[in-house]
């Protein structure tokens, strides 16, 4: 079983392996520590399963569930619009300080999922959860944990950068002082800072990407949520997002990314999720992408848009 780290064989870890196996577990939902001991991400599942990996399991497994928790968990959400089957069964999950990037083709099922992950569309069965817990309704306190920074810039050009920032402070509940400091925090990141208090209209393109970024940030979201924020920009406004996202992974936010820009994701994601016409059709890091690839091509140097094409096909999506 190929994992994408070193492969242990001792007779523990063909134990491991052996059980794994009868068990159905999912083998993207292993992964290998420096040592090679494989684990799934429910360690205490395998605990309740099989008693022994009680005493076996390495300490190391602990650790590492322990540093990266899952912040955010999709589980089987499908969605329905008549005989329209747009989302079927998807999940996957984000793990704090972790960005993962969602691809797939015009109509894949990449918005609504992301609009159900908000809450802006009722999934027909499945779950949301936020470090564990189910996300409930409108009123949920939970939804305080997300950040949502659209592909529609969601900005008033007649108001300077400062006032569009309180405008959407106010709608988090934040007053006084700590509007105020995550006003000033967030113009900070994005470098626009000397600009708060200039016109939006004044901004050039990439300017109001990194304030339709800021206005996601103002409540510092454990979770953020990014369609396509780097549409239309220069490389040098794109540059600076990345370099806003790398921080803010660095912060332990956990980043669910998604772009038609194949090479962002190759810099960028720490894990890739591809949907096709409603369904998960891959979901690994860029060197396992790579392993899919066809045969003859796949390579450690492989293109991820080449293994996108092979998954997706090279139909138009109109």
Request: charged letters at 25%; aromatic letters at 6%; one cysteine or more.
């Amino acid at each position: 079983m190929e994992t994408g780290g070193r492969l242990a064989d001792g007779p523990f870890e063909r134990h491991q392996t052996a059980w794994l196996a009868s068990h159905a577990v999912d083998y993207r939902q292993i992964y290998v520590d420096r040592k090679g001991f494989r684990f799934v991400r429910s360690i205490a599942a395998i605990r309740r399963c099989f008693p022994a990996f009680r005493r076996k399991l390495p300490e190391a497994v602990d650790r590492r569930e322990t540093m990266t928790p899952l912040m955010l968990d999709i589980r089987k959400l499908r969605k329905s619009f008549g005989d329209l089957v747009a989302v079927n069964d998807v999940s996957f999950t984000v793990a704090a300080g972790e960005l993962v990037g969602l691809l797939g083709p015009n109509g894949a099922g990449k918005t609504t999922t992301v609009s159900m992950i908000t809450g802006l569309i009722r999934p027909d069965s499945g779950a949301v959860l936020v470090e564990g817990a189910p996300l409930g309704g409108d009123t949920d306190p939970k939804k305080h944990r997300i950040g949502l920074v659209p592909q529609d810039l969601a900005l008033y050009d007649e108001l300077s950068a400062y006032a569009n920032l309180r405008f959407f402070g106010a709608l988090y509940n934040l007053t006084g002082k700590a509007l105020d400091d995550a006003i000033n925090a967030a113009l900070t990141l994005v470098g626009l800072a000397d600009r708060g208090r200039d016109a939006v209209r004044t901004f050039s393109g990439g300017m109001k990407r990194r304030l339709n970024l800021a206005a996601g940030l103002l409540h510092n979201p454990d979770i953020l949520l990014l369609d396509e924020p780097t549409v239309g920009v220069d490389p040098q406004s794109r540059n600076a997002i990345f370099d806003n996202l790398e921080e803010l992974k660095a912060r332990g936010k956990a980043l669910l990314y998604t772009t038609h820009y194949m090479e962002e994701a190759e810099r960028l994601a720490d894990r890739i999720v591809v949907i096709d016409h409603g369904r998960v059709v891959a979901d690994d890091t860029l060197s396992g992408m790579r392993r899919l690839a066809p045969a003859g091509v796949a390579g450690a140097h492989v293109s991820l848009e080449a293994v996108f094409l092979s998954l997706t096909g090279r139909s138009l999506r109109d």
